[in-house]
């Protein structure tokens, strides 16, 4: 498994932005994909954003498409979340997962390893 840490979340005002970042260890961050999730309260965990083990696919929700972009840097076992023109829908615990296997995925269950998550609450 992997351990992750996220950081970067806090309060914005609606139309704002903010960079969340994922530190990786415990695994050869550049043989694994890496996926973004979110939690909004009452909610369940929906899928964000991936990237393949490359760093050549992403993959977007349509509720993020055009706002936000995955981005990571292997030699600095770290991935990010640019989010830009942020809305009050988006507020949520955002969680960077990493796939049991190498490619890359939607699906919430092809994830084992996560982070504590990290809060982004936007205000209208």
């Known amino acids: 498994q992997v351990r992750l840490v996220e950081s970067g979340g806090g309060l914005v005002q609606a139309g704002g932005s903010l960079r969340l970042s994922c530190a990786a260890s415990?695994?050869?961050?550049?043989?694994?994909?890496m996926g973004w999730f979110r939690q909004a309260p009452g909610k369940e965990r929906e899928f964000v954003v991936a990237?393949?083990?490359?760093?050549?696919?992403?993959y977007y929700a349509d509720s993020v498409k055009g706002r936000f972009t995955i981005s990571a840097d292997n030699a600095e076992n770290t991935v990010y979340l640019q989010m830009n023109g942020l809305k009050p829908e988006d507020t949520a615990v955002y969680y960077c997962?990493?796939?049991?296997?190498?490619?890359?995925?939607?699906?919430?269950?092809?994830?084992?390893?996560w982070g504590q998550g990290t809060q982004v609450t936007v205000s209208s």
């Open positions: 997962a990493a796939p049991s296997g190498s490619v890359s995925s939607t699906t919430e269950s092809a994830y084992d390893s």
């Open positions: 415990g695994r050869t961050f550049r043989t694994y994909a």
């Open positions: 990237i393949s083990r490359s760093r050549a696919i992403t």
